[in-house]
């Protein structure tokens, strides 16, 4: 699976919308981006996944450039609840029962 | 259950013993996984199953990891012979065969090994 990278931390005023970047440079075709999030104590949690367009759900947006080298995770009105770690990750889609492989991702620090 | 649920939630356990971690996963979750997060780092993989079977054992650090799994439902990872360094949260996941967007962690075993 291609690596990615990802800021160590951001900060966002609660409201705002939080755009967290993930560079993947290595993506080959059949990799989808795939978003999870560690809020303090919890397991990780599902947000978003996408292979080329752009994708909306009720937690997220991602947007991925047309080469498909970044990607951004966008929450609209991050909330302080939303302060978490955020997973970038890259995988073969339909790749039946491979681990997902998480890197240290991006520390999300909301604040009022 | 509604969820992916582990135990003990948390374990202290002295250099040496030996530490039995369990995990019950979402029923009819074919897939599980371990998963291992030291204080302040991301997530190690340890173990895959698919049913009882572990096709992918790729990341267990060392022999004294072992995990089986029975009746395509309950998970067992056990420690040999502690060490401090396997002081972390262990976290497990389940998911319908190869479908991570419908995966779900555990609130994971926090082992400290003193």
């Known amino acids: 699976d291609a690596k990615t990278t990802q800021p160590t931390s951001m900060d966002c005023a609660e409201g705002r919308a939080a755009n967290l970047p993930c560079n993947h440079s290595t993506i080959s075709g059949n990799e989808y981006v795939y978003w999870y999030r560690q809020i303090h104590s919890q397991g990780p949690q599902y947000i978003i996944h996408g292979l080329k367009n752009n994708e909306t759900n009720e937690m997220a947006s991602l947007i991925i450039t047309e080469d498909r080298k970044s990607s951004t995770l966008i929450l609209p009105h991050a909330t302080l609840r939303d302060t978490a770690v955020y997973y970038c990750i890259v995988r073969v889609g339909g790749q039946a029962g491979t681990a997902l492989i998480f890197g240290k991702g991006t520390t999300l620090s909301v604040s009022s | 259950g509604a969820g992916v649920s582990q135990s003990p939630s948390n374990k202290v356990t002295e250099k040496g013993k030996d530490v039995e971690l369990r995990c019950d996963p979402i029923s009819g979750h074919t897939a599980l996984y371990w998963y291992r997060q030291r204080l302040g780092q991301g997530l190690e993989f340890l173990i895959y199953f698919q049913g009882n079977s572990a096709p992918d054992k790729s990341g267990l650090p060392s022999d004294r990891f072992s995990a089986e799994r029975t009746g395509e439902s309950v998970s067992t990872l056990t420690i040999q012979r502690t060490q401090q360094e396997d002081s972390a949260v262990y976290l497990c996941?389940?998911?319908?065969?190869?479908?991570?967007?419908?995966?779900?962690f555990g609130q994971g075993t926090r082992l400290t090994v003193v």
């Open positions: 996941a389940s998911s319908p065969t190869g479908s991570w967007r419908l995966a779900f």
